[in-house]
């Protein structure tokens, strides 16, 4: 009843409504890319509704093999199903569902024609639930070890996908933090907790054949604080488009690069050293590709041979050394670390912090103090 909600009831619920109104918030603006918009709308609302599911057995509503037991608010395959395809979604905007991702969706619909086969049965003939509830309990403990199995799967895919695309962002970007997905391991690190939390009283109850009610409240709270970061951090970091990638390292046959291309690493090095090409904040592989009327693989073979380093690292190096060369300069004394770092090339603070720790192994800030 109501009055048995306490304060932990009291966060799961403002998590649902929070969830919920987020999900109205992305229908009214969505993200830039709609496909990705569609699945983390799915996801969140799987989170709102399975938290929904469990609080109507705290309210007493639910669990005595009644109607609302059988409801489609439990649905967490669809929870895990929408988050890879979310993240399949930010990474191929233009592809179709793969076949690991149509699998996850067989499957949710199978859950789903479980919780209605159910709840038509419990219509009918309710007293043939009771008499099969041992069956009925067995196949609910069955899904629970397929989810687990599925959620490491998809954990384990959607974070190689994430690190393989930033590091094909690397080799065309010297900035790569608007289009970055690394923000997203978080969320993974996140949802690996609670599904811990899930697997604990879910083993339980698997060789016990019984579980309390309050050995699941650790995994709706984090849940609920789940569902109020994700608001928080799609609200400062919108998802957007991918960005063209010229040359994808991870199809990329290392070829040994003939005597030929010395004559265009002495121009690429002429660029850099002489022109400052680095010095434009909008600078990628294929504008540089195109500087030495070459293509963009060509380019990054001749960087990642020569150079040993990617095309983020090879450029960012140069800012760097032309940060530090300011900083040094009387001529730049008026200007702050950031200013100095834009005015290298640099066009974000992450990427300035990110690459000047990189490559000489200090802040910034005690880089400076260093040489005063």
Same mark, same amino acid.
């Given at each position: 009843m109501i009055e048995h909600i306490n304060v932990f009831d009291l966060i799961i619920i403002l998590g649902?409504?929070? !969830?919920?109104?987020?999900?109205? %918030?992305?229908?009214?603006?969505?993200?830039?890319? =709609? =496909?990705?918009?569609? $699945?983390? +709308?799915? $996801?969140?609302? !799987? $989170?709102?509704? +399975? +938290?929904?599911? %469990?609080?109507?057995?705290?309210? !007493?509503?639910r669990g005595y093999l009644n109607i609302w037991d059988f409801s489609p608010l439990y649905c967490p395959v669809l929870i895990v199903a929408s988050l890879y395809l979310f993240v399949r979604a930010l990474i191929y905007p233009e592809s179709g569902v793969d076949l690991f991702g149509k699998v996850l969706i067989g499957f949710s619909v199978i859950q789903m024609l479980w919780q209605i086969g159910l709840s038509i049965i419990c219509l009918l003939d309710r007293q043939l639930l009771f008499e099969h509830q041992h069956l009925i309990f067995r196949g609910y403990d069955s899904f629970d070890i397929v989810l687990l199995l599925l959620s490491i799967v998809v954990f384990a895919l959607a974070i190689k996908e994430i690190n393989a695309y930033d590091k094909t962002l690397q080799h065309n970007y010297a900035e790569i933090g608007e289009f970055s997905l690394a923000w997203l391991n978080k969320l993974f690190f996140f949802l690996f907790g609670i599904l811990i939390l899930f697997a604990i009283p879910t083993m339980y109850e698997v060789i016990t054949g019984h579980s309390p009610f309050s050995m699941y409240y650790p995994m709706w709270i984090a849940t609920s604080c789940l569902i109020y970061w994700i608001g928080y951090s799609t609200y400062f970091r919108r998802a957007k488009l991918s960005p063209a990638i010229y040359h994808d390292e991870r199809t990329a046959t290392e070829t040994k690069l003939s005597d030929k291309t010395k004559p265009y690493h002495t121009r690429l090095t002429r660029l850099m050293n002489q022109d400052k090409v680095y010095l434009d904040q909008d600078l990628n592989l294929k504008s540089l590709a195109d500087q030495l009327d070459i293509s963009s693989g060509y380019l990054s073979q001749i960087i990642n041979q020569y150079e040993k380093k990617n095309f983020f690292d090879y450029i960012n190096s140069h800012r760097v050394n032309e940060v530090k060369s300011k900083i040094r300069d009387d001529k730049f004394q008026h200007m702050n670390l950031l200013g100095i770092a834009y005015d290298s090339g640099f066009k974000s603070k992450s990427t300035f912090n990110l690459a000047f720790k990189k490559h000489t192994g200090l802040t910034p800030s005690t880089y400076k103090k260093s040489i005063s």
């Open positions: 649902v409504i929070q !969830g919920i109104l987020f999900v109205v %918030y992305l229908w009214k603006r969505p993200l830039q890319n =709609k =496909k990705a918009s569609l $699945f983390l +709308s799915l $996801f969140i609302i !799987g $989170f709102a509704f +399975s +938290s929904t599911y %469990y609080m109507l057995e705290t309210l !007493g509503i």
